[in-house]
């Protein structure tokens, strides 16, 4: 599912151009538009490339910036001192150094008619002890299990069958022409590469105060550092980061100036915000006046729910048709992205099933290559099994039309929990010391405690042992959350205030309700209250 | 499977104390010995240890060493000099610096009784649409497709399932105690995280002079070089190892010693040499003189065929028996390693399927923890949707008695195929010029070619280009064969012979010999004969 494009010309931050307008692709268009593109290679393990499912449109963009050699640096940024051609060089020394597979570059001859090989190292199929893979999904549009019981469909993934069929993806959106993609062995893992292909030991990246803690673990061992930029309901604040990019000093810091944004603009983990479009154009601003490369984590990008319908409110009727709902949409960075310096991890984990280990990323040209010339020799592809299951699901049963419904669904039902849960934090949190925004994406509640109301603190209490008494009562009393100083991109930095993180995606209505019940009582007690 | 123990005693060479003979655990034992075991843990993404399904008498055997700090060198080791304390250090900076994951420590609360955890970030399982899976396998013993068309069995993997049942493989091998395994997103990747573990930038590791293309390119981007041990038909010459260590010039060479030695023992890509026992423990002498840590990789350790039956010879019968098919088969390092110092590389890719990106480790405890801190914030466990497949053909379907009876038909059947190609090779191959050896294992077939002999030296033709003559007018015959140049593991190095690889993995028996005639047309045309 492409992100929606944003109405407005960011080009013209950087261009004068017009950039002809694409003709829309709808999701009814797509049967008809890849019946008129090349059919995709059958072979096994056959290359594949974005190439054969782009829009012709696509080609008459500008192409990506490059992030391997000296270039003009942007207008926006002239203002602005660079260190010189180190900075400008963003592949790591690891990343510069890979070339492609031997063995792989044999396949050229694999063409000629009448060819046998006894060049490969692959066993035949019949070796292979799999006839076929039959999966049983839920059926649209209400997708409830006695529905499924008496009418989901089985799909049938046979050993000899002939893939057909192309990619379900068509991204008409990146605003330059030569974006790529590939699939990942999941975003955890295309994150750490990440990191290997633009950082060397002792780096700076950027990330929001508060992240994602197996984002920041991926970073560290590599020896690299988090800088932390402030947040606010909206998430990163534009003007932070700027601060602290402008005032860089790398004598004191003893590292380069950080150019690696990590963000999760949507539903963030774990404080549940979402970045507007206003947000996001100003952040990429201060990307570009930087010359920054975000990574930008979307797994929750299809968890933005309906809008919060206020205390005791229900939730609003679904958006009518598919294009309403991808016009209710937040933009993506990528669609932001006129220079190619945006690169977007995308997951199932979060709206079709976690562990499957099958993701993939959109960025330039460039960097997907060096991504995958990483992959080749480490990860290799994701799991063929897990991918004839989510192709079979996604591709030749759902398509484009199919997803979006579940999609539509899934949005229903997060609202209806995130109702819930914030539904239980009015009828029963302590408003004297706890404060919350109901989220519009994701699955998380960031709550906030006033911890300065705290009678331990008259007592010599520090505001880490009220963090953690607060948190040791819940559980006593049966409730677990997640602290929110777990979540400290960089732990040096000493927290003003307290959160705590509950997610409204694991437990039902009914306990969610006792949960938080269960916490204001904890609260109380704690509080004197 | 487990590989097959040694019945020599190995700790001989280090230690003099008497290790209990555990009571042998035979493939029928295995129901009653699980019986006994603890349940494994049911619950999504639950933890699990090899600890759970060890037999007791592994206990009783010493621990591993340890490899991150210093400790007495080995007695034999003491008339080498070593380079001091950071050659005793063999973890990684970054494989140091690993911690536990945040999130995964707050699992410790979940044990209380009626707790509601709004703490993860899992969605609920409602929300993924896989009602069920069912895979068609197909019928033992004999797993033709006729059979399995009539009698393959369809095996189910439910959402609501509750797993039960335990790990497909009891290694009672190690002769040290704290053994562990873990799964690994494919021996590509456990590879790249060994490298990771092990290694700094500038290092050597160990390498055969011949080797996997793919794992010497997976470590060179790392800043990795290889040192290139010579070969001969059994693969790795341990003496000429010795003498590479023991005249190692950490000045002229610009690196410390190497201690990475990576081999793959059976069936060895590209040669096709397998190590007999005695190889086998020469190579760990030296591993232990020179404190060596060994990486070995297996893929093709039960592709060990019956002994080759001589020009025009049948087949010998099958192995009688299992317990017959394991005797046959040659010991593992791991089998051999009474200090802890080797980890093998497990993988389904060659005897189940290739790119279920599955496959496993078994090292001790202290390496296989560094491994997993590595995993959990990178490839994280392997597909889920793979796990689940393979959980059902091989432990709930086929058991260890169904997997060995597949592995002996796959025994026979690359038997039959390796006697195609060997045959093919006598009806057309010009002996005046092409020497081979019937490989023991494995699915490579290697020919030497004697380059001297070509008439196009006389006019100054090189080695390399008279490789490349023959391989491309091989491709113009059409058949298509590796050249052994391409599997060189340090390319500086000169070759005196040629070679090229055949593989009797992929092509019919009817193909391999039409390719090899081909072949040997194309060598009598390029040498006049």
């Known amino acids: 599912m492409s ?68 270039y003009t640096p942007h207008p926006v940024a002239e203002t602005v001192s660079f260190a ?78 002939i893939q057909e069929g ?21 975003s955890t893992y295309a994150w750490d590469t990440a990191l290997r292909v633009l950082c060397e030991r002792g780096d700076y990246i950027i990330m929001e105060e508060y992240t994602f803690a197996s984002a920041a673990e991926t970073a560290f061992p590599l020896g690299i550092k988090a800088l932390a930029v402030p947040m606010d309901d909206q998430g990163l604040i534009p003007e932070a980061m700027d601060d602290l990019l402008s005032n860089w000093d790398t004598e004191a810091r003893g590292a380069r100036k950080p150019f690696v944004l990590y963000t999760i603009p949507t539903g963030q983990n774990p404080t549940g915000a979402t970045q507007s479009a206003e947000r996001r154009r100003a952040v990429y601003k201060v990307a570009q006046r930087h010359d920054l490369y975000i990574v930008e984590d979307e797994p929750y990008y299809f968890l933005q729910m309906q809008p919060y319908a206020g205390e005791g409110g229900a939730p609003l009727p679904p958006p009518a048709t598919h294009e309403d709902f991808i016009k209710s949409l937040t933009p993506s960075y990528l669609s932001l992205d006129v220079d190619g310096r945006v690169c977007r991890l995308e997951s199932f984990s979060k709206v079709v099933s976690p562990g499957s280990r099958v993701g993939w990323i959109v960025a330039s040209e460039q960097m997907v290559e060096r991504f995958v010339r990483n992959f080749e020799v480490s990860s290799q592809n994701p799991s063929g099994i897990a991918q004839i299951v989510l192709f079979k699901l996604l591709d030749e049963h759902w398509g484009h039309s199919g997803y979006l419904d579940w999609l539509i669904n899934l949005r229903m039902q997060y609202t209806g929990r995130r109702d819930s849960m914030v539904h239980a934090c009015e009828q029963h949190m302590p408003r004297e010391i706890a404060r919350w925004k109901a989220p519009a994406a994701g699955m998380f509640h960031w709550i906030e405690i006033d911890w300065r109301k705290h009678p331990g603190l008259a007592s010599g209490k520090t505001r880490d042992s009220i963090e953690e008494e607060i948190f040791l009562s819940a559980v006593d009393q049966g409730v677990l959350l997640s602290r929110g100083s777990w979540f400290k991109a960089d732990s040096s930095v000493v927290e003003d205030k307290m959160f705590f993180r509950a997610t409204f995606a694991a437990a039902s209505s009914e306990k969610i309700s006792e949960a938080i019940s269960r916490f204001a009582g904890s609260l109380r007690v704690q509080f004197h209250l």
């Open 166 to 186: 192309n990619s379900l993806y068509d991204y008409s959106q990146p605003p330059y022409a030569d974006w790529h993609c590939t699939m990942t062995a999941g």
């Open 84 to 161: 010189g051609d180190v900075v400008l060089d963003r592949l790591s020394v690891e990343a510069k150094s890979r070339k492609q597979s031997t063995l792989k570059g044999a396949a050229q001859y694999l063409k000629k008619p009448g060819l046998i090989s006894l060049g490969g190292g692959l066993p035949s199929p019949e070796y292979f002890p799999f006839e076929h893979l039959d999966i049983k999904v839920p059926t649209a549009p209400g997708f409830s299990p006695e529905e499924t019981q008496k009418s989901g469909s089985v799909l049938r993934a046979g050993k000899h069958d």
């Open 3 to 70: 992100p929606p494009a944003l109405d407005v010309d960011m080009r013209g931050d950087t261009d004068t151009s017009a950039v002809p307008v694409p003709d829309p692709l709808t999701v009814n268009g797509v049967p008809g538009w890849r019946a008129k593109m090349a059919q995709i290679p059958t072979g096994v393990a056959a290359a594949c490339s974005s190439d054969m499912f782009k829009s012709p449109n696509c080609y008459t963009k500008p192409k990506a910036k490059r992030f391997d050699r000296k």
